[in-house]
């Protein structure tokens, strides 16, 4: 199956500072890549996808680049506020396109 | 978004029992389910594909005779987690596409956790 790596594992940064989390993969037939966020006790929710067709999307402080010949993907937060904090799992949809591999998390804290 | 629920949310158990948690897609019909497990602050580690009607299709390393998953119906996957033993304590969450698998997002249930004691 697809092998999804991700760093960093933990993440501190200032309240309206940037954080930057990146994650490989190692199928190139993956063709989705969401990022979900974690909050403790809680479900993933779904913050930004980008396919394979797209190099990059924003929407408002989030944003996603993906370098498909590179396998690499990175999820930018910018003006971080507090209730960003969370753990962020990164995905790769696989070769069947429908069977999805999470990456470790990056916990984030964002210091007021 | 779509909704799936998960049932129980807790679950408490002796060695050697076995327990039946439910994943249900409560506004969409879902022919592809996803069940996870996770550890305390680590990642989802995809265990199987729940397709309705057929087999389950299992990852690699996870035994399908310990992880019973029967998805009947078109809104409804189950995981059996049969003779449960200490070790098979965690956090096991699923997940559905409401586009049927097909790279849409992935709707997850709130998860239940298995204390087997």
């Known amino acids: 199956g697809e092998n999804v790596e991700q760093h960093p594992s933990t993440l501190s940064v200032q309240e309206g500072d940037s954080a930057v989390i990146k994650c490989t993969y190692s199928?190139?037939?993956?063709?989705?890549f969401p990022w979900y966020k974690q909050e403790l006790g809680k479900r993933p929710q779904l913050i930004i996808d980008?396919?394979?067709?797209?190099g990059e999307k924003k929407d408002q402080r989030i944003a996603v680049t993906l370098n498909k010949t590179a396998k690499h993907f990175s999820l930018h937060i910018t003006e971080t506020q507090p209730e960003d904090s969370a753990v962020y799992f990164c995905?790769?949809?696989?070769?069947?396109?429908?069977?999805?591999?999470f990456g470790t998390g990056t916990s984030l804290t964002v210091i007021p | 978004g779509a909704v799936v629920s998960q049932h129980p949310s807790r679950v408490i158990c002796k060695s050697g029992t076995s327990v039946k948690i439910e994943c249900r897609s409560l506004?969409?019909?879902?022919?592809?389910m996803f069940w996870y497990r996770q550890f305390p602050k680590k990642s989802l580690m995809l265990m199987a594909t729940?397709?309705?009607?057929?087999?389950?299709?299992?990852e690699q390393g996870v035994e399908k005779d310990k992880f019973l998953i029967n998805h009947a119906s078109l809104t409804l996957s189950t995981l059996t987690v049969t003779s449960a033993h200490p070790e098979d304590s965690s956090f096991y969450i699923c997940?559905?596409?409401?586009?049927?698998?097909?790279?849409?997002?992935?709707?997850f249930g709130e998860g239940s956790r298995l204390t087997v004691l």
């Open positions: 997940s559905a596409s409401a586009h049927g698998g097909n790279t849409g997002e992935l709707f």
């Open positions: 199928d190139s037939a993956s063709n989705y």
């Open positions: 980008i396919r394979s067709n797209v």
């Open positions: 995905a790769a949809s696989g070769a069947t396109g429908n069977q999805f591999y």
């Open positions: 506004d969409f019909q879902a022919t592809t």
């Open positions: 729940s397709n309705e009607g057929s087999k389950a299709t299992y």
